[in-house]
């Protein structure tokens, strides 16, 4: 059980486009999805909480008009990477939770703008 | 979260039992501690996470001291697989995870 998913697990894009990336939890219902990135050699980073149903709350330096985060059902949440640059090229990580237990991961999408 | 503090890597022969430490002196009563590792290139993989007492599932088990200011994760039978970055992590009551550098475990044949 605890089974997320993340979709698409690679994605290339021009600069200035937008990218959706979905995390979805298979066999759980999550009341609360976190979004997380990763440069290169570095440790995630937090970007942005959603629980369901409600606006989401962005950690502090990231810009909320660049990342769309919708989380509008119980198995579903989407990042939007909106007019994307080459410096938003990273590694994407959601992960799930429900009723602020145990987070569980998806599998990464990662990033490429050029 | 409260701190955590954790070795840089190490190294263990497969097969063997692999010790992996963790300190968090400053953790609060109701924090739990919290283990997931990172093979390279995924998303972080849950392992095992307790309170008190020690906890034990089919990946590992967790030993925490009576005072809780550490805890020790155990791989009982390492394998190559096993080689991954893993991050010890005392979350506060946001539940947000705050991922430092972990330790870099390497499992040589």
């Known amino acids: 059980g605890a089974v997320v998913s993340q979709h698409p697990s690679w994605v290339i894009c021009k600069s200035g486009t937008s990218v959706k990336i979905e995390c979805r939890s298979l066999?759980?219902?999550?009341?609360?999805m976190f979004w997380y990135r990763q440069f290169p050699k570095q440790s995630l980073m937090l970007m942005a909480t959603s629980n369901e149903g409600s606006k989401a709350t962005y950690e502090q330096g990231v810009e909320k008009d660049k990342f769309l985060i919708n989380h509008a059902s119980l198995t579903l949440s989407t990042l939007t990477v909106t007019s994307a640059h080459p410096e938003d090229s990273s590694f994407y990580i959601c992960?799930?939770?429900?009723?602020?237990?145990?987070?569980?991961f998806g599998p990464g999408t990662r990033l490429l703008v050029l | 979260d409260a701190k955590t503090t954790q070795p840089t890597s190490m190294d263990c022969a497969e097969g063997r039992a692999a010790n992996l430490p963790c300190n968090h002196s400053t953790i609060s009563g109701n924090e739990y501690v919290y283990w997931y590792r990172q093979i390279h290139s995924q998303g972080p993989q849950y392992i095992i996470h307790?309170?008190?007492n020690n906890e034990t599932n089919e990946m590992a088990s967790l030993i925490i001291t009576e005072d809780r200011k550490s805890s020790t994760l155990i791989l009982p039978h390492a394998t190559l697989r096993d080689t991954a970055v893993y991050y010890c992590?005392?979350?506060?009551?946001?539940?947000?995870?705050?991922f430092g550098a972990g330790t870099t475990v390497t499992v040589r044949a």
């Open positions: 992590i005392a979350p506060s009551n946001d539940y947000k995870l705050s």
């Open positions: 307790g309170l008190k």
């Open positions: 992960s799930a939770s429900r009723l602020k237990e145990t987070q569980y």
């Open positions: 066999d759980f219902q999550a009341t609360t």
